[in-house]
């Protein structure tokens, strides 16, 4: 019979993703058939599934540590963030449309049913379901509907492993007063907690441990040690991304408000010859930059405002001048156009801005989103590329016809005439060695880097650090055959 259990955090970004990814790589390797969950998750930074829908990212890295084909069954309801107070919703993979955050709030429980109807599936094929919570059980004011916490763990009846992160300070409270707030039906869920991000002698936190299992009653399943390697790994939540030192070629991302699907930043931050510098809000384009790459967006004609509310249009055309490479995927080419035309709203309002106007290209926002994995060649070097595309849009003009991808006999992207300036909808294509290997000469950089060996082996490099760390045949013992539709 499949078991199931949970993994909720104290909080959001305690390394609940992260915990489940080495998780569901050391059951693999016991032998165990593991699928990964996430009820619900609100992140821009999605993966495209085998079976074309949308997931989060760390959905994504979990089925790949469980050494499984991503579903969007694994994270049922997606909300993508578009503005401070409105979110795409995509359901079982698919765009259900746009809700403002109060409407979502009171329809959420509707939803439940949906990711229930993808647990039960998943757990058809499936001796270990490893279930992800999101943010906290704690932020009460959530309870009523919730379907990503408590909500799901009750309506499923999944046991709860619960994760705080010493590294915030305040761990003890942090446990302890979740339980102090918590129901007396929602504490029923919860077997045991965990202790992450520890920088130092494990055994100095003893009394502390056991002051929690002392206030709690809850056994202590592991004091996790930093996992230094984490950083390795895509990264989901933009407050994971940061920039990363390494060699003399310089890569500078702008961080775009709305930045999406910025998993194009992994294997170039992977890379010993490179630094990739994320620039904030307030400061400038740095000038000794070798390559701008404008990431994704959520919303390209808003974060083009934000581009130049900061004043990093002018720092471009200044890059450009001195011989700079650039570099714009998916929002990001959109952005380096002549316009962009969204006669039907909906990337916001209905209207039509001014591009950047790098590329002799101009898009419109229209027709079915595009969400699809792909494997495509460069132009003219015939190296292999695999990606994705997620978008909304089309777009077309002069510089289309330096294509420097084909996708199916098709070309795809758009180049200038110097070929300094590329802009593509194809995301992922750094993680292909011999494009990155060849694209990242030009700039002057080495590389010998194998990218997806390297995730392999700081997966397999995880799920050692939690065996060492971390009871995992108790954990097994406590999961429980859930309850199924």
């Known amino acids: 019979m499949v078991r199931a259990i949970m993994i909720q955090g104290t909080g959001s970004n305690v390394g609940?993703?992260?915990?489940?990814?080495?998780?569901?790589?050391?059951?693999?390797?016991?032998?165990?058939?593991?699928?990964?969950?996430?009820?619900?998750?609100?992140?821009?930074?999605?993966?495209?599934?085998?079976?074309?829908?949308?997931?989060?990212?760390?959905?994504?890295?979990?089925?790949?540590?469980?050494?499984?084909?991503?579903?969007?069954?694994?994270?049922?309801?997606?909300?993508?963030?578009?503005?401070?107070?409105?979110?795409?919703?995509?359901?079982?993979?698919?765009?259900?449309?746009?809700?403002?955050?109060?409407?979502?709030r009171k329809d959420k429980s509707k939803l439940l049913g949906a990711a229930l109807e993808s647990f039960d599936r998943l757990c058809g094929d499936a001796d270990l379901v490893l279930i992800e919570g999101a943010g906290s059980p704690a932020e009460t004011n959530l309870r009523n509907g919730d379907i990503a916490n408590m909500g799901f763990a009750c309506a499923a009846e999944v046991p709860v492993v619960l994760v705080g992160d010493i590294h915030r300070g305040g761990v003890i409270a942090q446990i302890v007063g979740t339980q102090a707030v918590l129901n007396a039906g929602d504490l029923e869920m919860i077997k045991g907690f965990a202790v992450n991000r520890f920088k130092g002698d494990v055994s100095l936190f003893d009394e502390?441990?056991?002051?929690?299992?002392?206030?709690?009653?809850?056994?202590?399943?592991?004091?996790?040690p930093w996992f230094h390697d984490a950083w390795k790994l895509?990264?989901?939540?933009?407050?994971?991304?940061?920039?990363?030192?390494?060699?003399?070629?310089?890569?500078?991302?702008?961080?775009?408000?709305?930045?999406?699907?910025?998993?194009?930043?992994?294997?170039?931050?992977?890379?010993?010859?490179?630094?990739?510098?994320?620039?904030?809000?307030?400061?400038?384009?740095?000038?000794?930059?070798?390559?701008?790459?404008?990431?994704?967006?959520?919303?390209?004609?808003?974060?083009?405002?934000?581009?130049?509310?900061?004043g990093w249009d002018v720092d471009l055309y200044a890059h450009v001048r001195r011989g700079g490479h650039v570099l714009g995927l998916c929002g990001g080419f959109q952005m380096l156009g002549k316009s962009i035309c969204d006669p039907e709203g909906v990337d916001g309002h209905p209207g039509t801005v001014q591009g950047l106007g790098l590329l002799d290209v101009t898009t419109v926002m229209a027709g079915e989103k595009t969400v699809t994995l792909r494997t495509a060649r460069t132009v003219p070097d015939n190296d292999p590329v695999t990606g994705y595309e997620i978008h909304m849009g089309r777009t077309e003009g002069p510089d289309c016809s330096r294509a420097w991808l084909e996708i199916e006999n098709r070309p795809e992207g758009a180049a200038d005439q110097t070929g300094r300036i590329l802009g593509s909808y194809l995301h992922g294509i750094f993680s292909s060695d011999e494009f990155r290997a060849r694209y990242l000469k030009q700039l002057g950089a080495v590389s010998d880097l194998s990218y997806e060996d390297s995730v392999e082996d700081t997966l397999d490099a995880l799920a050692d650090h939690l065996e060492q760390h971390m009871d995992l045949d108790q954990l097994l013992e406590l999961a429980r055959v859930p309850k199924r539709a």
């Open 16 to 104: 609940k993703s992260v915990l489940v990814a080495g998780l569901a790589r050391a059951y693999t390797r016991r032998g165990l058939k593991v699928a990964p969950f996430k009820p619900q998750n609100m992140s821009n930074n999605a993966a495209v599934t085998e079976n074309g829908g949308e997931i989060g990212r760390a959905q994504a890295l979990q089925a790949r540590a469980a050494k499984r084909p991503t579903h969007t069954d694994m994270n049922p309801i997606l909300l993508k963030p578009e503005t401070d107070t409105g979110a795409q919703i995509i359901v079982q993979g698919q765009r259900a449309g746009t809700m403002k955050a109060g409407d979502y």
């Open 208 to 224: 502390g441990r056991d002051d929690i299992v002392a206030r709690t009653g809850w056994p202590c399943l592991g004091v996790v």
């Open 234 to 310: 895509p990264a989901e939540d933009m407050m994971d991304i940061r920039s990363h030192s390494g060699g003399a070629c310089k890569v500078v991302v702008p961080q775009l408000e709305r930045m999406a699907n910025f998993d194009d930043l992994d294997p170039l931050s992977a890379e010993p010859g490179v630094t990739v510098e994320i620039i904030p809000a307030g400061r400038p384009l740095p000038g000794d930059a070798d390559l701008v790459l404008l990431p994704g967006s959520k919303s390209t004609i808003g974060d083009l405002a934000y581009f130049r509310a900061q």
